[in-house]
């Protein structure tokens, strides 16, 4: 970790990596659900959103990490403000979400938080560029609910796992710092502990 006490951490390359392995169930999630909507095979839904999935994991996510660490640093995100607990801990994971400054003992939750805060824009950047796509591919014929509707409700079901499994990163890392401080082991340290 010593890599982390100099630049932090870019929440990219933690977060696309655990939204690409939940992928899979993202897209069999969204394209059950357009099943049932728009009357359609598995093959076809499949389709659909696998597309407006890579899509928007492999480019919408990275620009919009991008643009929330422009608007980070603006904002002073890339300094450490002189304010005691919580309020420190609070503005840590939330205004420098995009990109953590290295406090590697508070890490093992700092970093699942993170994630679960780059959710809510992620979310909203993925309804918006899926809607896209979901409106040239999906079947218009029979359907019981229009496609902008259809897209929020799915990615609400989508999200819903996503926000789920974020909660157990959390847990996990909390638990795992918990036990390691009970067994007598020493939890990591950074330059600068609050």
Request: hydrophobic fraction near 55%.
């Amino acid at each position: 970790m010593t890599v982390l006490a100099n630049i932090g951490v870019p929440m990219l390359f933690v977060q696309l990596p655990l939204m690409i392995i939940a992928l899979p169930v993202v897209i069999f999630i969204e394209a059950a659900l357009c099943r049932r909507w728009f009357r359609m095979e598995w093959k076809p839904a499949l389709r659909a959103t696998s597309v407006a999935n890579l899509v928007s994991t492999l480019v919408g996510f990275p620009l919009m990490w991008l643009t929330l660490v422009v608007v980070q640093m603006m904002v002073g995100g890339g300094s450490a403000p002189k304010i005691p607990d919580p309020w420190f801990s609070i503005y840590t994971v939330t205004v420098q979400a995009p990109w953590l400054l290295p406090y590697e003992d508070k890490l093992y939750w700092m970093v699942p938080t993170a994630c679960l805060i780059l959710l809510v824009p992620a979310f909203f950047v993925t309804v918006w560029i899926e809607r896209k796509f979901y409106r040239r591919s999906l079947q218009r014929g029979e359907i019981s609910i229009s496609i902008s509707a259809a897209t929020w409700r799915m990615h609400l079901a989508s999200y819903a796992f996503l926000f789920v499994a974020g909660f157990g990163l959390l847990a996990h890392g909390i638990l795992n710092n918990n036990s390691e401080q009970d067994g007598g082991g020493q939890p990591a340290t950074g330059s600068e502990s609050r």
